[in-house]
Structure formats: structure tokens, C-alpha cells
């Protein structure tokens, strides 16, 4: 069972850069496709984005193209997401995520997910 843990969440200031992590634990990461989620206050848990079990192929929301970029480095076992641009409509709490399988048919929908960190808090002041 993989366990997940977010990390290099904070407050930034509009336009610019964060990057988050996302270790998991086990030895079999790189069976797994992964994908980044956010929520913010009063609304629902959205995707970001997403990668497959061997980095690749990527998959961005609308919003993150251009602007973010996910990455993984299987031999740490760890996810990563770099922000650029940010604004402050990017303020949410950013969760990793598992997938069931190597690759996702729906990357954004959370049931091809099994396993959740627990979320790390980015703030963007404007």
C-alpha cells in the first residue's frame, strides 16, 4: 500500500514559483500513473494534472497550461509539481494522488485514484 506526503506548499506572491513534492513510500512507483488536485474554499476538489507510470505523458487543466509543469522521479519515488505565474485563483490546498493503474482512461476524475496525500496549503497574495 503506497502512502503519500505533500510537501513545499506556502504563501507566495502573485507571478511567482513554487514546487511541490509528493513522496511516496513502497518500492513500486513506478507502476502507477499520478496527478495533482486541488481545492479551494467552497468548491470542489479539481484536477491539475497528470502523468503516467513512467513520466511520459502529461496531462494540464486548462488553467495550468503553460504555467506548470508535473514531473516524477521514480528512482526517489516522488512526484513534483513546479508552478510558475501564479495567481491568486491558484490559492487551494494541492493533494497527489495515486492511480489504480499505469495510466488513467479519465486523468481528471478522481475515482481512477486510490490513494490521496494529505494536502499541502499554497497561498497566493494578489
Known amino acids: 500500500q503506497v502512502q503519500l506526503v505533500e510537501s513545499g506548499g506556502g504563501l507566495v506572491q502573485a507571478g511567482g514559483s513554487l514546487r511541490l513534492s509528493c513522496a511516496a513510500s513502497g518500492r513500486t512507483f513506478s507502476n502507477y500513473a499520478m496527478g495533482w488536485f486541488r481545492q479551494a474554499p467552497g468548491k470542489e476538489r479539481e484536477f491539475v494534472a497528470g502523468i503516467n507510470h513512467l513520466g511520459g505523458t502529461t496531462v494540464y487543466t486548462d488553467s495550468a497550461k503553460g504555467r506548470f509543469t508535473i514531473s516524477r522521479d521514480n528512482a526517489r519515488s516522488t512526484l513534483y509539481l513546479q508552478m510558475n505565474s501564479l495567481k491568486p485563483e491558484d490559492t487551494a490546498v494541492y493533494y497527489c494522488?495515486?492511480?489504480?493503474?499505469?495510466?488513467?482512461?479519465?486523468?481528471?476524475?478522481?475515482?481512477?485514484?486510490?490513494?490521496w496525500g494529505q494536502g499541502t496549503q499554497v497561498t497566493v497574495s494578489s
Open positions: 494522488a495515486k492511480a489504480r493503474m499505469t495510466w488513467t482512461v479519465i486523468p481528471q476524475m478522481p475515482y481512477e485514484y486510490d490513494v
